[in-house]
């Protein structure tokens, strides 16, 4: 089914009009952010060559806090982003859901995710290694994984193979939304940046909300 660019994105913002709601998941990697930090987990990251002059257990000590820190900043982001298509899904069906039931949707499907999200990274280090173009390609047809994992009922490696022939499919109206989209989020992240002391913040909930919801509703058109 051909994609209609113009009405994804508008109707992204319908969504969000509609349901302010939507914007609750976002906030939960920048809460988490902010409790790792007030932890310290984040300036242990930059202490760099500082870390072999400790004693091993404290060295350990440390790489072991900041690999649990990143991968419980991946679990609540992929929580974000799947509570966000649950919603966005819902809406269009004229259903007006919270965001705790956003969440539980999500959270029911953390185990999927998380999987995905793995293989999505291992495959763009890979991508990264062969000369970064390869990753865009690979980033380029896994990007309908997360609405294909939370919207229908497959693991993450069916979630992956579906996104990839959809996207096969579509390749033309995939490639010019995504651009599209894209340049949305990088005008709106660097106006929102401006902001004195949240900006930074106000432009991560903006951006992360409402691409997820574009993905969703372009993701839905295309399945048809």
Same mark, same amino acid.
């Given at each position: 089914?051909?994609?209609?660019?113009?009405?994804?994105?508008?109707?992204?913002?319908?969504?969000?009009?509609?349901?302010?709601?939507?914007?609750?998941p976002?906030?939960?990697?920048?809460?988490?952010?902010?409790?790792?930090?007030?932890?310290?987990?984040?300036?242990?990251?930059?202490?760099?060559?500082?870390?072999?002059?400790?004693?091993?257990?404290?060295?350990?000590?440390?790489?072991?806090?900041?690999?649990?820190?990143?991968?419980?900043?991946?679990?609540?982001?992929l929580?974000?982003?799947?509570?966000?298509?649950?919603?966005?899904?819902?809406?269009?069906?004229?259903?007006?859901?919270?965001?705790?039931?956003?969440?539980?949707?999500?959270?029911?499907? %953390?185990?999927? *995710? $998380? #999987? !995905?999200?793995? &293989?999505?990274? @291992?495959?763009?280090?890979?991508?990264?290694?062969?000369?970064? =173009?390869?990753?865009? %390609?690979?980033? *380029? $047809? #896994? !990007?309908?994984? &997360?609405?294909? @994992?939370?919207?229908?009922?497959?693991?993450?490696?069916?979630? =992956?193979?579906?996104? %990839?022939?959809?996207?096969?499919?579509?390749?033309g109206?995939?490639? @010019?939304?995504?651009?599209?989209?894209?340049?949305?989020?990088?005008?709106?992240?660097?106006?929102?940046?401006?902001?004195?002391?949240?900006?930074?913040?106000?432009?991560?909930?903006?951006?992360?909300?409402?691409?997820?919801?574009?993905?969703?509703i372009?993701?839905?058109?295309?399945?048809?």
């Amino acid at each position: 089914m051909k994609l209609d660019i113009g009405m994804v994105l508008t109707k992204s913002v319908d969504i969000i009009r509609e349901n302010p709601a939507i914007f609750v998941p976002a906030l939960l990697p920048f809460v988490f952010g902010l409790i790792f930090a007030a932890l310290g987990v984040g300036a242990m990251g930059g202490m760099g060559g500082a870390m072999f002059t400790m004693p091993m257990a404290f060295s350990m000590a440390f790489v072991g806090m900041i690999l649990v820190a990143t991968l419980l900043m991946l679990i609540v982001s992929l929580i974000a982003v799947g509570s966000i298509v649950y919603m966005t899904k819902e809406q269009l069906n004229n259903r007006k859901v919270s965001f705790n039931e956003g969440i539980s949707a999500a959270m029911s499907k %953390i185990g999927n *995710l $998380f #999987v !995905a999200a793995i &293989i999505i990274s @291992v495959g763009t280090m890979i991508g990264m290694i062969l000369l970064v =173009i390869p990753a865009l %390609i690979w980033l *380029l $047809f #896994v !990007a309908f994984t &997360i609405p294909v @994992v939370m919207l229908e009922n497959v693991d993450a490696v069916e979630g =992956i193979k579906r996104s %990839i022939n959809l996207v096969k499919t579509n390749l033309g109206d995939v490639v @010019v939304f995504l651009i599209v989209l894209l340049i949305i989020l990088l005008v709106v992240g660097f106006v929102l940046n401006l902001i004195p002391f949240l900006g930074s913040a106000l432009s991560a909930l903006v951006t992360t909300t409402y691409s997820g919801v574009a993905l969703t509703i372009a993701y839905l058109q295309l399945k048809g």
